[in-house]
């Protein structure tokens, strides 16, 4: 949610400081007549943001790997936005009047379709830079916090858009799109990593448990990104309150130099109080995610008496959707399973393990299984299907009312666990 807030606030501020610098420079010009077309070009641009994502959203993308090149292509379009905007941030404002200018000189409704056509190309662009990336960020977080950050991001930027040009509100633009860089260089650090760990997923890319183990709840782990881009923010502001400190007023009147300095003092109270709330939620944050990690133990597994050559467990214990782990000794080794209802109305069977992470077992959360080495996200509907970091599939039947495994497939699955 925080990376789609800050990616949709970065992008809707910059669509908005086009909009903007046109409208200003038609008005300050006595051209403002062509502000309808200028709105126009806006508007359209808007509606085909909204169509590439309804279009992308009912692109069904469901292998790992396809996913990681997705991400992976959303990392490098934040770079470059990054870095174009940085290029051209002091020299915006003039290169868009001269063109603004250009188009206003042909006069009638050339003039005015140009410059539609111009806004529409400059806005259309952020918003499908805005939609790929979101897209990307979806895949790695839960779907509807994104899209909840995004309203709220887009809804920041237009406020501070207006405001901004307006006058009612000063904000020091060089040094939000400075802190804002750093943020987002974290985030495509993030879409770059959880992008080679959904190849490494598909086992498109070697990977090993280890490797797993330390990329996995990296990228996983919403809450480590978070209070990263809060300490990001945290810093800049401390960074201001130190400067503040520096500065010395040389202002001569006595009058206008106590003004100055009480501005200056209360600027000082905001900072350290913004770092001082910024590093007491990091704090929170990170007791409250090693209190969870701490207290998420394994499940406890039912251990299953072997009849002949075969374990049964019956379907009134797996009434619900949820995992249910069992344990059995085959050829004098305990192996843990899980079996799951699905909502298809099947029943599926799976070791506690998979071949990328070994057996490090699996946790539930609401839909989604969880594998406690590299923090996968598995969908439960898809238990019992093969590949990537999906639980290794065991053959299993339903005979009356009992699901029933043989210890011969346990065995086989058992067998293509990686050491």
């Not at 085959?330 to 192996?335: D, L, S």
């Amino acid at each position: 949610m925080i990376s789609a807030l800050l990616l949709a606030l970065r992008e809707g501020l910059e669509a908005a400081l086009v909009v903007g610098i046109v409208l200003v420079y038609l008005q300050r010009s006595g051209r403002a007549a062509l502000a309808k077309y200028v709105w126009a070009g806006t508007g359209l641009a808007v509606a085909g943001s909204v169509v590439a994502a309804v279009l992308l959203q009912k692109w069904h993308v469901s292998e790992d790997g396809y996913e990681g090149i997705l991400m992976l292509v959303a990392a490098v379009l934040v770079v470059t936005m990054i870095a174009w905007m940085n290029r051209v941030a002091r020299t915006l404002r003039h290169e868009i009047e001269k063109r603004v200018a250009d188009y206003s000189d042909r006069g009638g409704a050339a003039a005015g379709w140009g410059l539609g056509l111009f806004v529409f190309l400059m806005v259309i662009r952020e918003g499908a830079e805005l939609v790929l990336v979101l897209r990307a960020v979806e895949f790695s977080s839960e779907g509807v916090g994104v899209w909840i950050g995004t309203g709220i991001g887009v809804a920041l930027a237009v406020t501070v858009g207006v405001l901004f040009f307006q006058g009612t509100l000063r904000i020091p633009l060089q040094k939000f799109f400075a802190i804002t860089t750093t943020i987002l260089t974290v985030v495509a650090f993030q879409l770059a990593l959880t992008g080679l760990h959904e190849m490494s997923e598909a086992m498109w890319l070697p990977s090993s448990r280890t490797e797993m183990a330390w990329i996995g709840p990296i990228v996983r782990n919403e809450v480590f990104f978070f209070v990263v881009i809060l300490g990001v923010a945290g810093l800049a502001i401390l960074r201001e309150f130190l400067a503040e400190s520096r500065v010395s007023s040389a202002v001569e009147n006595p009058v206008e130099r106590r003004r100055v300095e009480w501005e200056r003092r209360k600027r000082k109270r905001w900072a350290f109080a913004g770092a001082f709330g910024f590093l007491a939620v990091i704090l929170l944050l990170t007791a409250e995610f090693v209190y969870a990690r701490a207290a998420a133990q394994p499940a406890d597994a039912r251990e299953l008496t072997v009849q002949g050559n075969t374990v049964s467990i019956p379907l009134s214990e797996l009434t619900d959707s949820n995992l249910h782990f069992y344990s059995a000794t085959v050829n004098g080794t305990m192996v843990r399973f899980l079996v799951v209802h699905k909502h298809n109305g099947e029943y599926a069977s799976a070791l506690d393990a998979c071949r990328i992470c070994g057996a490090a077992g699996y946790r539930q959360e609401g839909e989604n299984i969880i594998c406690r080495n590299c923090g996968a996200a598995i969908y439960a509907p898809s238990i019992g299907d093969a590949g990537g970091c999906n639980p290794i599939p065991v053959v299993s039947r339903v005979q009356g009312n009992q699901v029933t495994l043989d210890l011969s497939a346990l065995a086989d699955a058992t067998a293509r666990i990686r050491p």
